[in-house]
């Protein structure tokens, strides 16, 4: 496991972070590491800007054109199973 210390945390703030893990009834220590981990779970931009890739390469895949959607949702409303695309 890996470690770092933190200077120069304002006063007010460790103050606060001290009554939010009495709160919680954990330690100071179990608080920021929680914090820490929530944030690590955050996707980087490179991960955004794969994502953002995959789903225009699906998109892109996609058919074109294709049956009026709107006429088959308004079959299904009508409970009218015959629609032709």
Do not use: H
Request: hydrophobic content about 40%; aromatic content about 2%; proline content about 2%.
């Amino acid at each position: 496991m890996g470690q770092i210390l933190v200077r120069k945390i304002d006063d007010d703030a460790l103050a606060k972070l001290r009554i939010l893990a009495d709160e919680q009834d954990i330690s100071l220590e179990a608080l920021a590491r929680r914090a820490i981990e929530k944030e690590a779970q955050q996707r980087t931009q490179a991960e955004l800007r794969q994502a953002w890739a995959d789903l225009e390469t699906l998109r892109a895949a996609m058919p074109k054109g294709g049956p009026d959607s709107s006429r088959i949702l308004r079959a299904l409303r009508d409970g009218d199973e015959s629609v032709d695309n």
